[in-house]
C-alpha cells in the first residue's frame, strides 16, 4: 500500500501561482508514476499531469500545458505540481494519484489521496 497527503491548496486570484506538494509513504519502491487529477463541482475527475518515478518523464493535459510544472524529489518522496497563471476554470478539488503499472502516457490509478481544495477567483 502506498499513502499519500495533499498539501498547499487554498484561494487565489485569477493569474495567480499555487504549489501542491504530496508525500508518499508505504511501499513506494513499487511506485512508477505519480499524478495529478483534478474534480470540479458537478464535473468527471479529470487527468492533470504525470511524472514517472525513476526517469522523470513528464506529461501534461492540453488545458494546463505551458502552465502547470510537475516535478519529483525522489529522496524526500514527493511530487509537487507549480500553478501558475491560474484561471477560475482551474477551480476544483485536486487529487494526487500514484501507480504501479508501467504505460506511457503515465496515468496512475492504484492509490489517491484525500485532496486538497484549490479555488480561483476572476
Known amino acids: 500500500q502506498v499513502q499519500l497527503v495533499e498539501s498547499g491548496g487554498g484561494l487565489v486570484q485569477g493569474g495567480g501561482s499555487l504549489r501542491l506538494s504530496c508525500a508518499a509513504s508505504?511501499?513506494?519502491?513499487?511506485?512508477?508514476?505519480m499524478g495529478w487529477f483534478r474534480q470540479a463541482p458537478g464535473k468527471e475527475r479529470e487527468f492533470v499531469s504525470a511524472?514517472?518515478?525513476?526517469?522523470?518523464?513528464?506529461y501534461y493535459a492540453d488545458s494546463v500545458k505551458g502552465r502547470f510544472t510537475i516535478s519529483r524529489d525522489n529522496a524526500k518522496n514527493t511530487v509537487y505540481l507549480q500553478m501558475n497563471s491560474l484561471k477560475p476554470e482551474d477551480t476544483a478539488v485536486y487529487h494526487c494519484?500514484?501507480?504501479?503499472?508501467?504505460?506511457?502516457?503515465?496515468?496512475?490509478?492504484?492509490?489517491w489521496g484525500q485532496g486538497t481544495q484549490v479555488t480561483v477567483s476572476s
Open positions: 494519484a500514484a501507480g504501479w503499472k508501467v504505460n506511457w502516457p503515465p496515468y496512475p490509478t492504484d492509490y
Open positions: 508505504g511501499r513506494t519502491s513499487s511506485t512508477y508514476a
Open positions: 511524472i514517472t518515478w525513476g526517469g522523470g518523464a513528464t
